[in-house]
């Protein structure tokens, strides 16, 4: 895996989300993530969860927030990178080593998420389409990505 790869996330809310991805931050992660975006695990699958003022998380098939892929769950890599607009970070049960396929991006500065949930990403580009994700726990009709490239 190459420094320097994105993940972009075609939203249902408007355009492209590109995600500056951080294997120097946690590499299995990463590793994750790619794997799921480039089998086409996250095409078509919603923004279940969207907290004005705090995140959007997705990355269940099922769209309810109770299920992952079928891989194993992944051992926790957490940093002290800080949990701040834009930043991309792994969804968790109780257990810390519980993260397998769902994600959320911070839409405000979530400090306290800090050294607790691994953070894998950084928005460069398209914040615009998840501030614009219908909100909800889940929402009505919630937001989806399309589609999800990593190059």
Not at 14 to 32: C, Q, T, Y
Not at 35 to 58: C, E, K, T, W
Not at 91 to 104: L, V
């Amino acid at each position: 895996m190459a420094d320097g790869d994105r993940l972009t996330l075609s939203l249902s809310s408007g355009g492209d989300v590109v995600i500056k991805l951080r294997p120097d931050l946690a590499p299995g992660h990463v590793e994750r993530i790619t794997d799921l975006a480039n089998s086409g695990f996250y095409d078509g699958v919603v923004f279940h969860r969207v907290i004005p003022g705090f995140m959007a998380q997705g990355g269940d098939p099922t769209g309810t927030g109770y299920h992952g892929s079928d891989k194993p769950n992944l051992k926790a890599e957490f940093s002290k990178e800080p949990h701040v607009r834009g930043v991309a970070s792994m969804a968790r049960s109780q257990d810390p080593d519980s993260a397998n396929s769902q994600f959320f991006i911070v839409f405000d500065e979530a400090r306290f998420l800090d050294g607790q949930y691994t953070v894998w990403g950084q928005v460069e580009s398209g914040m615009e389409y998840i501030d614009a994700l219908p909100v909800g726990e889940p929402p009505r009709e919630p937001g989806k990505i399309v589609k999800a490239t990593v190059s």
